[in-house]
Nanobody, 122 residues
Framework: QVLLAESGGGLVQAGGSLRLSCAAS????????MGWFRHTPEKGREFVSY????????YYSDAVKGRFTISRDNAKNTVTLQMTALQPEDTAVYYC???????????????WGQGTQVSVSS
């Protein structure tokens, strides 16, 4: 397992941008697929995006495709979620997660960060 810590959340107006970062500690970061999920009381925890261990493959939910970009820097043990054109429905607690396989399923990930709040006002 790896220890994960998110940062970069906050309050932004609709149409604005935020950049979330996730710092990982532990060995062999590049062997882990990294995912971003978000949680709201209404929808529970839902998939946002993932990136493969080597950074070659990315995937996005339909809700964020074209607005969010995931990337990773294996030399720095970090993964980033650049969020643009934010909307009130993007308001959630965002979590990064690490696992052996890139997947849209939260059960595929065995390490989770503590989450960071993103709030988008209309």
């Amino acid at each position: 397992q790896v220890l994960l810590a998110e940062s970069g959340g906050g309050l932004v107006q609709a149409g604005g941008s935020l950049r979330l970062s996730c710092a990982a500690s532990g060995r062999a970061f590049s062997t882990y697929a990294m995912g971003w999920f978000r949680h709201t009381p209404e929808k529970g925890r839902e998939f946002v995006s993932y990136v493969s261990g080597d950074g070659r493959y990315t995937y996005y939910s339909d809700a964020v495709k074209g607005r969010f970009t995931i990337s990773r820097d294996n030399a720095k043990n970090t993964v980033t979620l650049q969020m643009t054109a934010l909307q009130p429905e993007d308001t959630a607690v965002y979590y990064c997660a690490a696992g052996p396989l890139a997947s849209t399923s939260l059960t595929a990930y065995d390490s989770w960060g503590q989450g960071t709040q993103v709030s988008v006002s209309s």
